[in-house]
């Protein structure tokens, strides 16, 4: 793993018996010099050091949290580690970050360093475990066939008409129906908490995330492919110059010929966001059908009903996160970070406290974390904590 330093003056060991991160992190990957190894081993004398050191690596090498841009917060790391031993948890001022009112999950290159002790507030009444999303869907077919897909499927490839189902990949592609009608249509539900894997029979595939819906013809026919689209989606579409592919939703609509790009739009959130990887798009609103806006790889339009389309360039890490079994988000509102994470453990969260929405976090996560995992290092990063009562979690102050 790599680690940048902001400040690699530091001295490895001080006089109050602290070390230095450097050091520590040089430890995890085997790499100490005989000097090093020397002050290493004279700081792990200590039980309380050894004891601390162990959890860390045990942390570092799991796969709650990663973060690749925070240099000037790891050369604190050293009072950092004083103040945990005094306080038996970390807490992370925001000042420290330059941003006013902004809170950072500190996350290291290849792994995490945060290692708060306290864990969110959960009730003592027996619940079910809250587990992350996974492949799971509803299909309906244009003849009226529903079927579940999901771990319980009895196959692990399952052919239903024009359908042929791979469970374990959690995929479903399709084939023409030359017996269908020219309207007929296919439907593909993703329920919260899942996600799943569509090819088209023009062989574009399509990945769905939690809370989504597409809806698709039997059979591409005319001069456009179309298909309409509720929630989230990564289109990687098949090139067929003579027929663009058009995707639909509720605020307008986007028009490709071969490309990857990635298209937002919930009901429950106020714009549609397109995010082009390869190729070219264009965009129009859904009353003005005739200008698209095109836009090139790198950057995102969005649209907001009675609004202007706004075009900017964006990280597409960021944005294509999902798709990556990451969550990814830099100086985002909480409250747009929670709607994800609603979305895709299946959960209620609300807020004890309107201003805790506007809390801005940059991160990396692990989508198939455990959420007490992932909750926690939000109540490490702020001064915020979470109460679980069955599926419902509240956000408020500490």
Known sequence: ???????????????????????????????????????????????????????????WNGDAVHETNMPRVLSKLDVMLRERRRQRRLVLRRRWLGWSAAAVLLIGIGGMFMIPDRQPEVTDTPVAEIIPGESKAILMLADGTSVHLDKTTDTSRLAIGVAEIARNEGKVTFADDEGAGEEAYNTVIIPKGGEYHVVLSDKSE???????????????????????????????????????????????????????????RYADEKEIKTTLVDGSVGFCKKDDRENYIKIKPGYQVSYENGGDAVVRKVKIDNEIAWKGKQFRFERCPLDEIMNDVMRWYDVDITFGDEALKKLYFTGTLNRYAKIESLLRFFEAGCDIRFEIKGRSIIVMRK
């Open 206 to 264: 399509i990945w769905l995330n939690a809370d989504s819906k597409l809806q698709f013809p039997v059979n591409f026919r005319g001069g456009e492919r179309r298909v309409i689209l509720s929630g989230e989606a990564y289109f990687k579409v098949a090139h067929d110059a003579k027929h663009p592919f058009v995707v639909e939703t509720d605020l307008g609509n986007v028009r490709v010929y071969g490309t990857e790009f990635n298209v937002k």
């Open 1 to 59: 793993m790599d680690i940048i330093f902001e400040n690699e003056n530091i001295k490895c060991m001080k006089q109050d018996g602290h070390i230095d991160w450097n050091l520590l992190v040089r430890g995890m990957d085997g790499v100490l010099s005989g000097e090093e190894k020397e002050l290493f081993e004279e700081w792990m004398a200590d039980p309380e050091h050894r004891k601390y050191y162990e959890r860390m690596v045990a942390e």
